[in-house]
């Protein structure tokens, strides 16, 4: 036994001298993933992609489940993993009912309070309706789909002045790259948030800001503590991001994409981000 320990680490360092020499690596391979933010207006659509699963957070307005489902049909997948909504305003709820019976959908994660909307009512009508189970969060969630580790964050309960603070915050991570998705936190769930997610040594890869742009006074606190190497803002022409998020974003370096420019992509491998437009 003490031999064959031996032999494979002498095959070990020498795999690795002769990859040194030729310039290979023995760096870990990860599936490729794509993360989409649909052009659905001052909305939320986001669509990740791994080579088996698929997870919609948000379904923005009413009206636009159906483009959801449109696009994700396009790319040939018609199931959800996960669909999560991050609170139950309009914008982000709108498109649920369509969502939901248009889509076969194995897990629904919602936050923990209700809304006296109609686009609430028709979304849970239709859950009622396909007979699906909902999870109601409180406490953290976490799964794993391919190589990416996704944790759903609630907030701490309330009771809050704005609806926006009930909302989930994701994270995921894939390989060496990580990505916040922080629905409409305003300054109160910005505040948990940096006592939920964690610093990384080299920042987090791309952030959904909070609340479509808009700014708080705590929020320079939160953009410092995560340092976001790419920022998305699900915004609209006519509804643009504050002045003061952006030029916040522009003194920590971030690379800020707009959904009002229209739909993109981040394309990661693991270790590189790639993003594209979508049409």
């Known amino acids: 036994m003490k031999h064959i320990r031996t032999l494979i680490i002498y095959l070990t360092v020498l795999l690795s001298v002769q990859c040194a020499a030729s310039g290979c690596s023995l760096k870990k391979t990860y599936s490729s993933i794509d993360i989409s933010f649909l052009k659905v207006g001052k909305a939320d659509a986001i669509v990740i992609r791994t080579p088996d699963h698929a997870v919609l957070i948000d379904a923005a307005n009413q009206g636009e489940g159906k483009e959801i489902y449109a696009f994700c049909e396009e790319n040939g997948y018609t199931e959800l993993d996960y669909f999560i909504l991050t609170h139950f305003d309009s914008d982000h709820v709108?498109?649920?009912r369509a969502v939901v019976n248009k889509f076969s959908?194995?897990?629904i994660l919602q936050p923990d309070y209700t809304e006296?909307?109609?686009e609430f009512k028709n979304y849970s009508e239709a859950v009622l309706e396909k007979g699906y189970t909902v999870q109601t969060v409180t406490d953290t969630v976490t799964f794993e789909l391919d190589d990416?580790?996704?944790k759903v964050y609630p907030s701490s309960g309330g009771p809050y002045d704005d609806v926006n603070n009930y909302s989930l915050v994701i994270t995921a991570t894939h390989g060496n790259n990580s990505f916040i998705f922080?629905?409409?936190a305003e300054k109160e769930r910005i505040k948990e948030c940096m006592d939920q997610i964690p610093q990384r040594t080299k920042g987090w890869s791309l952030i959904k800001m909070p609340h479509h742009g808009g700014y708080e006074k705590n929020l320079d606190d939160f953009i410092r503590f995560i340092r976001p190497e790419y920022a998305v803002v699900t915004c609209s022409s006519g509804s643009p991001a504050d002045d003061r998020t952006l030029n916040l974003l522009g003194e920590t370096g971030t690379e800020v994409y707009?959904?009002?420019?229209?739909?993109?992509?981040f394309t990661s491998d693991g270790y590189k981000l790639v993003h594209t437009s979508i049409s």
Do not use: E, W
């Not at 707009?258 to 992509?265: K, M, P, Q, S």
């Open 94 to 96: 709108g498109g649920a």
């Open 105 to 107: 959908v194995k897990n």
């Open 116 to 118: 006296n909307s109609k």
């Open 148 to 150: 990416v580790y996704f």
């Open 182 to 184: 922080a629905g409409d």
């Open 258 to 265: 707009y959904t009002c420019d229209g739909g993109i992509t």
